[in-house]
């Protein structure tokens, strides 16, 4: 079984990159493998709870968080960008982990492959 460290660094609306993120973080489950769904800059803002998008043409993108952390990958919001993008802690959905740059780095360095979206 290997690793992945998947990183999102932009925010769940507007491109395609966090669904493509937690498409990828879902695969890697499937595919038996140990799951690390990063979260940096405006990426933090997958993990806030309570997203409404329904005057929007968008799925919400907190659903597919909580169906990673259920399937049991790992789930990690760097703690300098919750406060850069305005959020508190308690603006996170339960079960993401609150980790500071130096977690984040080891966690991206024990990993066997990282993407980045």
Do not use: W
Request: hydrophobic share 40%; with cysteine; proline share 3%.
């Amino acid at each position: 079984m290997g690793s992945i460290g998947i990183i999102l660094r932009r925010p769940p609306y507007g491109t395609v990159d966090a669904p493509e993120a937690i498409r990828h973080a879902l695969g890697g489950i499937i595919e038996d493998m140990a799951v690390k769904l990063i979260l940096v800059d405006g990426g933090v803002n997958a993990a806030k709870k309570g997203q409404d998008t329904s005057n929007t043409e968008y799925s919400s993108i907190e659903s597919g968080i909580k169906d990673c952390i259920d399937m049991g990958a790992d789930v990690y919001a760097d703690k300098t960008s919750i406060k850069d993008e305005h959020l508190e802690n308690d603006d996170i959905i339960d079960g993401v982990i609150i980790a500071n740059s130096s977690e984040i780095a080891e966690i991206i360095n024990e990993s066997d492959t990282t993407m980045i979206f």
